[in-house]
């Protein structure tokens, strides 16, 4: 019963040596060889190959004010489209509510109607976010519930974070970890990126764009003193524009925003020979754009970007092909950092950089020579005991115990894992597992000869008996190794992913491999003792 299969035979080692074969390119880096980087190799975390850390903050004050402005654009339009029109002035923001005032008291009901659906949720939930009432019979207030502003801050939350992950994986960068810390919070970690100032500046900047026509009527004084015309409003120039330290008043409304842009590449003006970025909107955005160039041939807008104006061009001609190009003080890299920041979408809410740091490679360097010395003393030690306590079959736990290595570093090398520092104890844990199991097995057999029984059958009833506790023993592990990585995050997930998959490859080299080099053996040879 011990017999394997010659089809079986081809298939393990078929798929030992595969597994191996995905290990050495790991193994080939690590002693300096230069494979390239499209080599499948072992990504290492943060504390071994050095990088970036920042943690970032969100001002929940920020996500109220955005929330705050986005409804008075939206309460404005509702009253605007109506038929008729609903005529409303003295509009405030003031005290974190929007308070505007109905020309007409008759207009009231009319009003809360088209109003009232764009209180509840808006992801359709029945939750109320805003509150209406209606004060001295023709003005209407809009409150923020605090539920409503619990939901806007945790969405812009998920949605920073989905932007943050984009604009860092335009680096090139393998494996980055992006956790949220509390409500505001997000920990950013770039293995291999030790310019932590490059990383700020990509993830400084909400990149929130917008094309708004300039006033004409605004007068310049008026402007530079900060007054705006009624549905205006007033913006600076970038610093580093050639107008810095002047202003721009534009009209609030009518404008086209960045968010329907479909893509970004940064690029070079023929004909000015100067930085420059283009830019394509999706077909509502490019129908929207057309509309605004063609009705104001001749009329100046301005390209705004986290509020502050980087040119203010004029409508040439009508801009049809949904494409539009913003010029300015643009260096290379800025242009193509501009246009990465655009192609993954603005954030919700602008990131403050409290805390930075940068882990030296150095380092890692050290803690991996440090486990590999670890590891290699302790595997020496075991494999001594091993031959000198079951002979033969201790060398075939011995490399059975090596092959597990090099299929756990192949599988991780397959599956684009991040081997961590704490990865490191999970390989030395998972070896330890494995020789547990050959142990578990060897002692076994070993008391099946004691009670009599003959090679085959203490063999076969050996493993028989040894692989029902090996299972239950690494199940459990499997288990607890499992909710490690759906809970964990960071170092905690590098090592429960070493850990599930070693305990894998552990149970395989030790039941399986072992159980084919001693049946081969037994069929071989047909000893009538063992030296165990």
Known sequence: MLDTPLWKKISLWGLTIALIAAALPSLLMSSGVDLGEDAPTVNLGLDLAGGSHLLLEADPDDVATK???????????????????????DTSRADGQL????????????????????????????????DLEVVD??????????SGLNVAVNNAMESVIEVVRRRIDELGTREPTIVRQGDTRIVVQVPGLEDPQALKELLGKTAELEFKLVDQQALPSNTEAGIANPGSQIFPYAADSNFAGQFEAVKRLGGVRGDSLTGAQAGVDPQTNQSVVNIQFDQQ??????????????????????GEVISAPS??????????????????????????????GALEVPLTVIEERTVSAELGEQSIRSGLIAMLVGSLAVIALMIASYGRFGIYAT??????VLILLGLMAIGNFT??????????????????????????????????????????????????AIYDANITNFIAGALLFWFGSGPIRGFAVVLVIGLITSVFTA?????????????????????I
């Open 419 to 468: 081997l961590t520092l704490p990865g490191i104890a999970g390989f030395v844990l998972t070896v330890g597992a494995a020789v547990d199991a050959n142990v578990l097995i060897n002692e076994r057999i070993r008391e099946e000869r004691k009670r009599g029984r003959k090679v085959i059958t203490a063999v076969e009833n050996g493993y028989k008996e040894a692989s029902r």
């Open 137 to 146: 019979t023709q003005r209407l207030v809009l409150v923020p519930t605090e």
């Open 399 to 404: 490399i059975a115990l090596v092959i597990n």
């Open 511 to 531: 039941l399986t491999l072992t159980r084919m080099w001693v049946s081969g053996y037994l069929s071989a040879n047909r000893p009538k003792d063992i030296n």
């Open 285 to 306: 955005g490019g129908q929207k754009f057309a509309k605004l160039s063609t009705e104001n041939v001749g009329q100046r807008f301005a390209i705004i970007l986290d």
């Open 315 to 344: 409508f040439r001609e009508p801009i049809l092909g949904g494409a539009a190009q913003i010029s300015g003080s643009f260096t290379p890299d800025s242009a193509n950092q501009l246009a990465i920041q655009l192609r993954s």
């Open 67 to 89: 929330r705050l402005e986005n409804m008075e654009e939206s309460v404005e339009a509702a009253l605007r489209g109506a038929t008729p029109a609903i005529k409303f002035g």
């Open 99 to 130: 308070s505007l005032l109905l020309d007409s008291a008759s207009d009231i009901d009319r009003a809360r109607g088209l109003l009232e659906p764009l209180m509840m949720g808006r992801d359709g939930s029945l939750q109320q976010e805003w």
